[in-house]
């Protein structure tokens, strides 16, 4: 029998609660304790629900369905388990959220390629551009580990590739711009094919040795492979809950709560970490102190290597921790008086630096999830400052896509997206 001490219970991952979760649920013999700073134990997952009905997600608004990774098929399983499966909500490859992306070229929309022919056909880039990108599939790299994302795209496909295609995706997931970023540091993929000889033939190595199959025997137990198999059949390419993603942090919060060996410690941060023999032992914001025998940490490593004492940890791993930068995101959830819906449905689209430093992207809640709707289009727009300081910021955002904009309800979230910058 042992005693586990979690902090915190993830951003978006939920990293935390997922592993209270599980102990709680099949290991009874394990004593698990969550520390959690917030009032509440999903981190970014939360959904709102709007005067006309509508529901927002302030974090992730869907999951990912890979059907080749592990991941996949435990979060899906795992809706089975909670007595959720009849709540799931599939996109397939068909629906245009799911097929369709864009982003702003020279103050216009625009839908980015999406297949060879569409890539072939695409206005924006000229026959040379065209030539090049495909020329730098075929030229030999040799670059150094400290090259940054844009400058190594852009030696190799051209500067509008570097500014429009990745810039505008760092952006949107990194929220900063691909300058920042070194290429070990983000995309495993470029790192892999691009970094060093011949991308073409890189990449043919890796197609043979791709497993697409899904083990046939899970790591974890148990495993409900029911909602997985219907997501294959259906080629479904994301998934969200009827109700709002927040149902599943409710259900397992429950779960935990309702567990003879676990507990959480709501409003409750870890103050420091010290060693104790061979066990750990965590001062709270309570005052109070538990001896653990292992510790399970899900939250910023920046806040993390402040509790780590120097005189029981290494330095090199303190400053490590130390080492992770961290931008702020600024989340504006609008609904419209009426269901004006985009030009042109899709999942939403993205905003490079040289188009607008402000704006890093929208996506089109209605076209995702239109379950979710109430009486007004819902949009969700990401922002490196808050609207209060942008007054123009919904009509520059929404004014490209939709041609009246009236604002029916705004709501505004922050939070953090943590980098790992060179």
């Known amino acids: 029998m042992s005693k586990i001490g979690v902090i915190g219970g993830g951003k978006v ?23 959690e700073s917030s009032r509440s134990t999903g981190g970014w997952i939360n959904t709102i629900k709007t005067t006309s009905g509508g529901l927002f997600e302030t ?55 999406y297949s060879l022919p569409s890539a072939l056909l695409f206005n924006k880039l000229s026959i040379a551009e065209k030539l090049q990108m495909g020329l730098g599939l075929f030229k030999k790299q040799n670059h150094k580990r400290d090259v940054s994302l844009y400058d190594l795209i852009k030696e190799t496909f051209g500067q509008k590739p570097a500014d429009y295609f ?37 990449i043919l190595k890796a197609i043979g040795s791709i497993d697409y199959t899904f083990p046939a025997k899970p790591f974890l137990e148990p495993y409900d492979p029911h909602l997985l198999n219907t997501a294959k059949s259906t080629k479904a390419k994301v998934w969200s809950l009827k109700n709002g993603l927040q149902d599943m942090i409710m259900k397992m919060t429950e779960v935990v709560q309702n567990a003879d060996n676990s507990k959480i410690y709501l409003g409750t941060s870890a103050k ?40 029981d940890f290494p330095n090199e791993l303190i400053e490590l921790l130390a080492g992770f930068e961290s931008t702020q995101v600024y989340v504006t959830l609008v609904e419209l008086k009426n269901m004006v819906l985009p030009k042109s449905p899709g999942f939403g689209f993205l905003v490079p630096s040289c188009e607008n430093p402000d704006i890093l992207g929208v996506i089109y809640d209605s076209c995702n999830m239109p379950e979710h709707d109430g009486r007004g289009a819902r949009y969700t727009i990401m922002s490196t400052r808050p609207h209060n300081e942008l007054p123009n910021l919904v009509t520059d955002a929404l004014g490209a896509i939709v041609e009246e904009v009236q604002v029916a309800w705004t709501h505004q979230i922050k939070g953090s997206n943590f980098k790992n910058v060179r």
Do not use: W
């Open 272 to 311: 420091l970490i010290r060693k104790h023999g061979s066990k750990l032992r965590i001062a709270d914001s309570n005052g109070s102190e538990e001896i653990y025998d292992q510790i399970f940490a899900s939250g910023n490593p920046k806040t993390l290597s402040c509790l780590l004492h120097p005189d």
């Open 59 to 113: 974090g992730p608004h869907s999951v990912r369905v890979a059907t080749n990774l592990q991941s996949s098929a435990y979060a899906l399983s795992l809706m089975t388990e909670l007595g959720l499966e009849d709540d799931v909500i599939f996109r397939t490859a068909k629906d245009p959220a799911a097929r369709f992306r864009f982003a702003m070229f020279d103050g216009e929309v625009t839908r980015l390629p």
């Open 166 to 202: 990745i810039d505008s995706m760092t952006r949107g997931i990194y929220a900063t711009s691909s300058k920042n970023l070194t290429v070990p540091n983000t995309l495993a993929a470029v790192e892999k094919y691009f970094m060093t000889g011949i991308p073409a033939v890189n």
């Open 13 to 35: 991952r939920i990293s935390g609660l997922s592993a209270t979760y599980r102990f709680a649920r099949y290991c009874p013999k394990h004593h698990i304790r969550l520390y």
